[in-house]
Protein backbone atom coordinates (compact mmCIF):
# COMPACT_ATOMS: atom_id res chain seq x y z
CA UNK A 1 0.00 0.00 0.00
CA UNK A 2 1.66 3.27 -1.11
CA UNK A 3 1.75 5.73 1.83
CA UNK A 4 -0.95 8.64 2.04
CA UNK A 5 -0.15 12.40 1.93
CA UNK A 6 -3.01 15.44 2.32
CA UNK A 7 -1.09 18.09 -0.03
CA UNK A 8 -4.00 19.40 -0.71
CA UNK A 9 -8.06 18.95 -0.80
CA UNK A 10 -7.65 16.77 -4.11
CA UNK A 11 -5.75 14.08 -2.47
CA UNK A 12 -8.80 12.79 -0.55
CA UNK A 13 -11.40 11.42 -3.23
CA UNK A 14 -15.32 12.14 -2.24
CA UNK A 15 -15.72 8.92 -0.22
CA UNK A 16 -12.52 9.76 1.95
CA UNK A 17 -13.47 12.73 2.26
CA UNK A 18 -17.01 12.13 3.49
CA UNK A 19 -15.43 9.41 5.70
CA UNK A 20 -13.13 11.70 7.41
CA UNK A 21 -15.67 14.02 8.20
CA UNK A 22 -18.24 11.51 9.39
CA UNK A 23 -15.55 9.91 11.94
CA UNK A 24 -14.13 14.10 12.52
CA UNK A 25 -18.35 14.06 14.20
CA UNK A 26 -18.17 10.92 15.90
CA UNK A 27 -14.53 12.17 17.71
CA UNK A 28 -16.18 14.81 18.89
CA UNK A 29 -18.69 13.03 19.85
CA UNK A 30 -16.49 10.87 22.27
CA UNK A 31 -13.96 13.30 23.41
CA UNK A 32 -17.19 15.61 24.69
CA UNK A 33 -18.57 12.01 26.02
CA UNK A 34 -15.13 11.94 27.87
CA UNK A 35 -13.93 8.77 26.16
CA UNK A 36 -10.64 8.02 25.47
CA UNK A 37 -9.98 7.13 21.46
CA UNK A 38 -5.75 5.87 21.75
CA UNK A 39 -5.66 4.58 18.29
CA UNK A 40 -2.56 6.50 17.64
CA UNK A 41 -0.62 5.33 20.43
CA UNK A 42 2.98 5.16 20.38
CA UNK A 43 3.24 7.21 17.51
CA UNK A 44 5.24 10.83 16.77
CA UNK A 45 4.04 13.79 14.99
CA UNK A 46 6.63 16.12 13.78
CA UNK A 47 5.42 19.62 12.75
CA UNK A 48 7.65 22.02 11.20
CA UNK A 49 6.63 25.76 10.80
CA UNK A 50 8.01 27.99 8.82
CA UNK A 51 5.17 30.53 9.32
CA UNK A 52 3.09 31.66 12.47
CA UNK A 53 0.62 29.33 14.11
CA UNK A 54 -2.35 29.40 16.93
CA UNK A 55 -4.86 26.90 15.97
CA UNK A 56 -2.86 24.71 13.64
CA UNK A 57 -0.14 24.25 15.95
CA UNK A 58 -2.07 23.73 19.20
CA UNK A 59 -5.12 21.67 17.58
CA UNK A 60 -2.31 18.84 15.88
CA UNK A 61 -0.26 18.70 19.34
CA UNK A 62 -3.62 18.45 21.38
CA UNK A 63 -4.91 16.05 18.82
CA UNK A 64 -2.16 13.25 18.52
CA UNK A 65 -2.06 13.65 22.46
CA UNK A 66 -5.47 12.97 22.48
CA UNK A 67 -5.31 10.19 19.96
CA UNK A 68 -2.57 8.54 22.24
CA UNK A 69 0.50 9.93 20.32
CA UNK A 70 2.98 12.45 20.96
CA UNK A 71 4.18 15.73 18.44
CA UNK A 72 7.51 17.11 18.13
CA UNK A 73 7.63 20.88 17.02
CA UNK A 74 10.11 21.90 14.97
CA UNK A 75 10.88 25.94 14.03
CA UNK A 76 12.23 26.37 10.67
CA UNK A 77 14.86 28.98 12.58
CA UNK A 78 15.77 26.73 15.09
CA UNK A 79 16.41 23.87 12.98
CA UNK A 80 18.49 22.65 9.97
CA UNK A 81 16.08 23.80 7.62
CA UNK A 82 16.37 27.33 8.38
CA UNK A 83 20.38 26.64 8.08
CA UNK A 84 19.29 25.43 4.21
CA UNK A 85 19.78 21.42 4.58
CA UNK A 86 17.80 20.65 1.43
CA UNK A 87 14.02 19.59 2.41
CA UNK A 88 14.26 16.04 0.32
CA UNK A 89 17.10 15.16 3.45
CA UNK A 90 15.04 16.54 6.08
CA UNK A 91 12.31 14.32 4.85
CA UNK A 92 14.07 11.05 5.19
CA UNK A 93 15.65 11.56 8.31
CA UNK A 94 12.49 12.69 10.06
CA UNK A 95 10.67 9.28 8.77
CA UNK A 96 12.90 7.52 10.29
CA UNK A 97 11.80 8.72 13.51
CA UNK A 98 7.98 9.60 13.16
CA UNK A 99 4.84 8.42 11.85
CA UNK A 100 3.88 11.68 10.08
CA UNK A 101 4.80 15.00 9.57
CA UNK A 102 3.12 18.26 9.25
CA UNK A 103 4.18 21.59 7.77
CA UNK A 104 3.86 25.23 7.39
CA UNK A 105 5.56 26.79 4.79
CA UNK A 106 5.53 28.94 1.67
CA UNK A 107 5.96 27.31 -1.28
CA UNK A 108 3.47 24.55 -2.38
CA UNK A 109 6.69 23.02 -4.18
CA UNK A 110 8.21 22.25 -0.67
CA UNK A 111 5.17 20.76 0.61
CA UNK A 112 5.21 18.29 -2.58
CA UNK A 113 9.01 17.83 -2.48
CA UNK A 114 8.65 16.80 1.40
CA UNK A 115 5.89 14.38 0.57
CA UNK A 116 7.37 12.71 -2.45
CA UNK A 117 11.08 11.92 -0.32
CA UNK A 118 9.17 10.92 3.30
CA UNK A 119 8.36 7.66 4.14
CA UNK A 120 5.16 8.61 6.18
CA UNK A 121 2.60 10.90 5.71
CA UNK A 122 2.86 14.44 4.83
CA UNK A 123 -0.19 16.84 5.81
CA UNK A 124 -0.14 20.41 4.73
CA UNK A 125 -0.44 22.56 7.45
CA UNK A 126 -1.41 26.15 5.18
CA UNK A 127 1.29 26.73 1.96
CA UNK A 128 0.66 30.26 -0.06
CA UNK A 129 -1.47 27.72 -2.46
CA UNK A 130 -3.33 25.51 0.22
CA UNK A 131 -4.50 25.45 3.77
CA UNK A 132 -6.77 21.75 3.08
CA UNK A 133 -7.03 21.24 6.85
CA UNK A 134 -8.84 24.36 7.60
CA UNK A 135 -11.07 22.99 4.69
CA UNK A 136 -11.81 19.96 6.82
CA UNK A 137 -13.13 22.03 9.72
CA UNK A 138 -14.99 24.03 7.96
CA UNK A 139 -16.97 21.38 6.34
CA UNK A 140 -17.49 19.71 9.61
CA UNK A 141 -19.22 22.99 11.11
CA UNK A 142 -21.09 23.26 7.80
CA UNK A 143 -22.55 19.77 8.39
CA UNK A 144 -23.10 20.39 12.08
CA UNK A 145 -25.80 23.08 10.67
CA UNK A 146 -26.90 21.55 7.71
CA UNK A 147 -27.69 18.50 5.97
CA UNK A 148 -28.07 19.36 2.59
CA UNK A 149 -24.69 21.17 2.00
CA UNK A 150 -25.13 20.12 -1.93
CA UNK A 151 -27.69 22.75 -2.16
CA UNK A 152 -26.46 25.37 -0.42
CA UNK A 153 -25.19 28.66 -1.66
CA UNK A 154 -21.50 29.36 -0.10
CA UNK A 155 -20.48 32.71 -0.54
CA UNK A 156 -16.36 33.67 -0.36
CA UNK A 157 -15.72 37.57 -0.08
CA UNK A 158 -11.99 38.52 -0.71
CA UNK A 159 -8.56 37.11 -1.76
CA UNK A 160 -8.75 34.18 -4.31
CA UNK A 161 -5.88 32.38 -2.04
CA UNK A 162 -4.79 29.48 0.04
CA UNK A 163 -7.84 29.31 1.75
CA UNK A 164 -10.34 30.23 -0.92
CA UNK A 165 -8.31 27.07 -3.60
CA UNK A 166 -8.63 24.22 -0.56
CA UNK A 167 -12.38 25.70 -0.77
CA UNK A 168 -12.96 25.30 -4.43
CA UNK A 169 -11.23 21.70 -4.14
CA UNK A 170 -13.65 20.44 -1.44
CA UNK A 171 -16.53 22.08 -4.05
CA UNK A 172 -15.09 20.31 -6.45
CA UNK A 173 -15.48 16.49 -4.53
CA UNK A 174 -18.59 17.50 -2.69
CA UNK A 175 -20.63 18.83 -5.88
CA UNK A 176 -20.62 22.18 -3.74
CA UNK A 177 -21.94 25.48 -5.31
CA UNK A 178 -19.62 27.96 -4.26
CA UNK A 179 -19.48 31.63 -5.42
CA UNK A 180 -16.45 33.94 -4.87
CA UNK A 181 -16.74 37.19 -4.81
CA UNK A 182 -12.75 38.41 -5.78
CA UNK A 183 -11.34 41.61 -7.10
CA UNK A 184 -10.07 41.80 -10.52
CA UNK A 185 -6.41 40.18 -10.55
CA UNK A 186 -7.35 38.21 -7.13
CA UNK A 187 -8.65 35.74 -8.48
CA UNK A 188 -7.91 31.68 -7.25
CA UNK A 189 -5.56 30.16 -9.83
CA UNK A 190 -7.48 29.21 -13.10
CA UNK A 191 -6.41 25.55 -13.18
CA UNK A 192 -7.51 24.96 -9.39
CA UNK A 193 -11.37 26.25 -10.74
CA UNK A 194 -11.11 24.37 -13.75
CA UNK A 195 -9.72 21.03 -11.81
CA UNK A 196 -12.63 21.61 -9.77
CA UNK A 197 -15.70 22.06 -11.71
CA UNK A 198 -14.49 19.06 -14.13
CA UNK A 199 -14.88 17.05 -10.66
CA UNK A 200 -18.50 18.48 -10.45
CA UNK A 201 -18.18 22.06 -8.31
CA UNK A 202 -20.54 24.61 -9.26
CA UNK A 203 -17.82 27.37 -8.70
CA UNK A 204 -18.87 30.96 -9.77
CA UNK A 205 -16.41 34.03 -9.56
CA UNK A 206 -17.99 37.67 -9.83
CA UNK A 207 -16.49 41.01 -8.59
CA UNK A 208 -19.97 41.78 -7.12
CA UNK A 209 -20.30 41.56 -3.50
CA UNK A 210 -23.66 42.00 -3.60
CA UNK A 211 -24.25 39.62 -6.06
CA UNK A 212 -22.54 36.51 -4.30
CA UNK A 213 -24.20 37.51 -0.95
CA UNK A 214 -28.20 37.51 -2.08
CA UNK A 215 -29.80 34.55 -0.32
CA UNK A 216 -26.45 32.89 1.11
CA UNK A 217 -26.32 29.91 3.13
CA UNK A 218 -22.64 30.86 4.20
CA UNK A 219 -20.75 33.71 4.41
CA UNK A 220 -17.11 33.39 4.78
CA UNK A 221 -13.65 35.08 4.51
CA UNK A 222 -9.81 35.50 5.28
CA UNK A 223 -7.81 38.44 5.73
CA UNK A 224 -6.74 40.41 3.06
CA UNK A 225 -2.87 40.25 3.86
CA UNK A 226 -1.85 36.68 4.16
CA UNK A 227 1.53 35.65 5.44
CA UNK A 228 4.30 36.86 3.71
CA UNK A 229 2.36 39.60 1.84
CA UNK A 230 3.16 42.24 4.32
CA UNK A 231 4.89 44.52 1.79
CA UNK A 232 1.44 44.42 -0.23
CA UNK A 233 -0.99 45.45 2.71
CA UNK A 234 -1.58 49.04 1.91
CA UNK A 235 -2.71 48.36 -1.60
CA UNK A 236 -4.65 45.24 -0.77
CA UNK A 237 -6.41 47.34 1.83
CA UNK A 238 -7.48 49.60 -0.74
CA UNK A 239 -8.94 46.83 -3.63
CA UNK A 240 -10.49 44.68 -1.02
CA UNK A 241 -12.19 47.13 0.78
CA UNK A 242 -15.73 46.51 -1.27
CA UNK A 243 -15.55 43.16 -0.17
CA UNK A 244 -16.08 43.32 3.77
CA UNK A 245 -18.08 40.95 5.45
CA UNK A 246 -20.00 43.04 7.46
CA UNK A 247 -24.06 43.30 8.58
CA UNK A 248 -25.08 45.10 5.22
CA UNK A 249 -23.79 42.12 3.20
CA UNK A 250 -25.00 39.72 5.89
CA UNK A 251 -28.43 41.42 5.20
CA UNK A 252 -29.17 40.08 1.65
CA UNK A 253 -28.32 36.56 2.78
CA UNK A 254 -30.77 34.03 4.03
CA UNK A 255 -32.40 34.78 7.26
CA UNK A 256 -30.22 31.61 9.16
CA UNK A 257 -27.35 32.17 7.08
CA UNK A 258 -24.01 32.11 9.24
CA UNK A 259 -20.32 33.33 8.96
CA UNK A 260 -17.24 31.13 8.85
CA UNK A 261 -13.97 32.95 9.37
CA UNK A 262 -10.38 30.94 9.37
CA UNK A 263 -8.88 33.37 11.95
CA UNK A 264 -6.80 34.84 12.65
CA UNK A 265 -9.67 38.08 11.88
CA UNK A 266 -9.02 41.77 11.84
CA UNK A 267 -11.55 43.50 13.05
CA UNK A 268 -12.49 46.42 10.51
CA UNK A 269 -10.41 44.78 7.78
CA UNK A 270 -12.17 41.66 5.86
CA UNK A 271 -15.25 41.78 8.83
CA UNK A 272 -16.73 44.11 11.32
CA UNK A 273 -16.83 43.16 14.79
CA UNK A 274 -20.56 43.31 14.66
CA UNK A 275 -20.46 40.34 12.29
CA UNK A 276 -17.46 38.32 14.12
CA UNK A 277 -18.91 38.86 17.34
CA UNK A 278 -22.70 38.40 16.09
CA UNK A 279 -25.40 35.53 16.88
CA UNK A 280 -25.06 34.57 13.22
CA UNK A 281 -21.06 33.74 13.42
CA UNK A 282 -19.94 30.14 14.05
CA UNK A 283 -15.99 30.77 14.10
CA UNK A 284 -15.01 29.32 17.41
CA UNK A 285 -16.91 26.07 16.16
CA UNK A 286 -15.12 26.34 13.20
CA UNK A 287 -11.78 27.18 15.25
CA UNK A 288 -12.35 24.14 17.76
CA UNK A 289 -13.15 21.59 14.76
CA UNK A 290 -9.44 21.83 13.90
CA UNK A 291 -8.79 19.82 16.81
CA UNK A 292 -11.76 16.92 15.52
CA UNK A 293 -11.18 17.05 11.81
CA UNK A 294 -7.14 16.75 11.93
CA UNK A 295 -7.04 14.19 14.61
CA UNK A 296 -9.64 12.27 12.13
CA UNK A 297 -7.54 12.83 9.42
CA UNK A 298 -4.39 11.67 11.24
CA UNK A 299 -5.65 8.22 11.83
CA UNK A 300 -7.39 7.85 7.75
CA UNK A 301 -3.60 8.59 6.96
CA UNK A 302 -1.37 6.14 9.20
CA UNK A 303 -4.37 3.46 8.82
CA UNK A 304 -5.01 3.82 4.79
CA UNK A 305 -0.82 3.76 4.91
CA UNK A 306 -0.31 0.80 6.50
CA UNK A 307 -3.33 -1.06 5.43
N1 LIG B 1 -6.67 29.26 10.80
C1 LIG B 1 -5.39 28.95 11.06
O1 LIG B 1 -4.74 28.16 10.37
O2 LIG B 1 -4.92 29.55 12.18
P1 LIG B 1 -3.39 29.59 12.66
O3 LIG B 1 -2.65 30.45 11.67
O4 LIG B 1 -3.45 30.21 14.04
O5 LIG B 1 -2.85 28.19 12.68
N1 LIG C 1 -4.71 33.22 4.16
C1 LIG C 1 -4.14 33.29 5.50
C2 LIG C 1 -4.66 32.18 6.34
C3 LIG C 1 -4.19 32.18 7.78
C4 LIG C 1 -4.69 31.02 8.57
C5 LIG C 1 -2.62 33.25 5.40
O1 LIG C 1 -2.10 32.48 4.58
O2 LIG C 1 -1.96 33.97 6.13
Known amino acids: ?28 RLQKAGMSTPVLEGRTLVMIFEKSSTRTRVSFEVGIQQLGGRAVFLSSADCQIGRGEPIKDTARVLSRY ?19 HAAVPVINGLCDLHHPCQILADLQTVRERRENLAELKIAWFGDGNNVAHSWIEAAGRLGLHLVLAVPPGYEPMADIVEEARAAGGRIEITDDPRAAALDA ?45 CLPAH ?33 FLVTASTT
Do not use: C, Y
Request: charged letters at 30%; aromatic letters at 6%; hydrophobic letters at 45%.
Open 217 to 261: DVLMTDVWTSMGQESQTQQRNAVFHPLQLNAELLGLAKRDAFVLH
Open 267 to 299: RGEEITEEVLEGAQSAVFDQAENRLHAQKALME
Open 98 to 116: ADLIMIRTFAHETVKTLAE
Open 1 to 28: MPKRDFVRLFDLNSEELTHVLDRAAELK
